[in-house]
């Protein structure tokens, strides 16, 4: 805890008033981020950080496996955060962000080591896919690291599929009001890997191409046939 202190001496007296016009306006204004990132609690996994991003840039939920229950099986925090992203903030954005050497994927692996850890188990059971996935789909002589890899990447894919249940995401994806992105954040080289929805994998950014994205939004109106179109049938 001293060095916590420490640190809000410092942000105190060296970092707040070189911004305080900054936190002054965002006071007054309110926040207006850029995007949503749902991204893993692990201490490692520093959202503004990797993003470079400042204060009112960046709406961040964090928890355990960077998970995104689906819409009818929990009304909880993240669902909430969600919600109050998407309508009240009108963020055009969300990010499933997981990484490298993720405990609670290595939980997903090795059922034994959250015996102790029954809420957690059971809030792991909204990623029990994306281990299915690896179990079936991998080949099985894969060494148990790589096995852990996959299944954080194949979390993030699992994740935004259940993004897109929540009504306020779907309703706004029907609109092409908003884009989901799915990240992958390596710990020890400090990579960050995007998911190519068109590609069907995860490739390195480069500086100067196209970000991209993982879902977009569509156009409703041109899916489902107009009542005079039926009726002229």
Same mark, same amino acid.
Not at 34 to 41: E, G, N, T
Not at 43 to 50: D, G, L
Not at 87 to 108: E, P, T
Not at 142 to 155: F, G, K, S, T, Y
């Given at each position: 805890?001293?060095?916590?202190?420490?640190?809000?001496?410092?942000?105190?007296?060296?970092?707040?008033?070189?911004?305080?016009?900054?936190?002054?306006?965002?006071?007054?204004?309110?926040?207006?981020?850029?995007?949503?990132?749902?991204?893993?609690?692990?201490?490692?996994?520093?959202?503004?950080?990797?993003?470079?991003?400042?204060?009112?840039?960046?709406?961040?939920?964090?928890?355990?496996?960077?998970?995104?229950?689906?819409?009818?099986?929990?009304?909880?925090?993240?669902?909430?955060?969600?919600?109050?992203?998407?309508?009240?903030?009108?963020?055009?954005?969300? $990010?499933?962000? %997981? =990484?490298?050497?993720?405990? #609670?994927?290595? *939980?997903?692996?090795? @059922?034994?080591?959250?015996?102790?850890?029954?809420?957690?188990?059971?809030?792991?059971?909204?990623?029990?896919?994306?281990?299915?996935?690896?179990?079936?789909?991998?080949?099985?002589?894969?060494?148990?690291?790589?096995?852990?890899?996959?299944?954080?990447?194949?979390?993030?894919?699992?994740?935004?599929?259940?993004?897109?249940?929540?009504?306020?995401?779907?309703?706004?994806?029907?609109?092409?009001?908003?884009?989901?992105?799915?990240?992958?954040?390596?710990?020890?080289?400090?990579?960050?890997?995007?998911?190519?929805?068109?590609?069907?994998?995860?490739?390195? $950014?480069?500086? %100067? =191409?196209?970000?991209?994205? #993982?879902?977009? *939004?569509?156009?409703? @109106?041109?899916?489902?046939?107009?009542?005079?179109?039926?009726?002229?049938?």
């Amino acid at each position: 805890m001293g060095d916590l202190l420490k640190g809000i001496s410092s942000f105190r007296g060296a970092v707040f008033p070189d911004n305080s016009a900054l936190y002054e306006k965002l006071a007054r204004e309110g926040q207006s981020p850029q995007a949503l990132m749902i991204s893993c609690a692990d201490s490692r996994v520093m959202p503004e950080t990797i993003t470079q991003s400042g204060p009112g840039e960046l709406f961040v939920c964090r928890n355990a496996g960077n998970i995104v229950p689906p819409f009818q099986t929990m009304n909880g925090g993240v669902s909430s955060a969600i919600e109050y992203a998407v309508v009240a903030l009108g963020v055009r954005d969300i $990010i499933v962000c %997981g =990484h490298s050497d993720c405990g #609670a994927m290595k *939980g997903l692996c090795h @059922p034994e080591l959250l015996e102790p850890m029954p809420n957690v188990a059971a809030w792991l059971k909204h990623s029990h896919a994306a281990y299915s996935i690896v179990c079936e789909a991998y080949p099985k002589t894969i060494e148990d690291r790589e096995r852990v890899r996959a299944v954080a990447m194949e979390n993030v894919l699992v994740q935004l599929d259940h993004l897109r249940t929540h009504p306020s995401v779907a309703a706004k994806l029907a609109r092409n009001e908003v884009t989901l992105h799915g990240w992958f954040f390596d710990i020890e080289t400090g990579n960050v890997l995007i998911y190519d929805g068109t590609a069907s994998r995860f490739i390195e $950014i480069e500086d %100067g =191409h196209p970000l991209p994205v #993982a879902v977009t *939004g569509r156009e409703v @109106p041109h899916v489902v046939p107009t009542l005079a179109a039926i009726t002229a049938e």
